[in-house]
């Protein structure tokens, strides 16, 4: 089970942290991601991180502004979003797939939290 929290409304300019709680024992090993859907568009692909955390991949669109984490002690997965601008308000997913090696493809993730709204007013 995947738990998002943290969206929220703000500004252009502003930043938000979201968190994803996972839950299972083996969760801690998964490689997990972030998507986003905004209203009439595909979900497409935010961030990634590998089962170790040691690798990490970027959407184009969020390339330098947001930063992907997770924390095994705490089954837990961030997104770490600066420089927030009016295109990037979504709902936003966290993911997680049964295997260690981290994916920008969503058909790859077995696993989706219910997403949190994030909303950036201009």
């Known amino acids: 089970q995947l738990v998002e929290s943290g969206g929220g409304l703000v500004q252009a300019g502003g930043s938000l942290r979201l968190s994803c709680a996972g839950s299972?024992?083996?969760?801690?090993?998964?490689?997990m991601g972030w998507f986003r859907q905004a209203p009439g568009k595909v979900r497409e692909f935010v961030a990634t991180i590998s089962g170790s955390g040691g690798t990490t991949y970027y959407g184009d669109s969020v390339k330098g502004r947001f930063t992907i984490s997770r924390d095994h002690a705490k089954n837990a997965m961030y997104l770490q979003m600066n420089t927030l601008q009016p295109e990037d308000t979504a709902a936003y997913y966290c993911a997680a797939r049964t295997y260690t090696v981290a994916s920008i493809q969503l058909n790859d993730y077995d696993y989706w939290g219910q997403g949190t709204q994030v909303t950036v007013s201009s």
């Open positions: 299972g024992p083996t969760s801690s090993r998964y490689a």
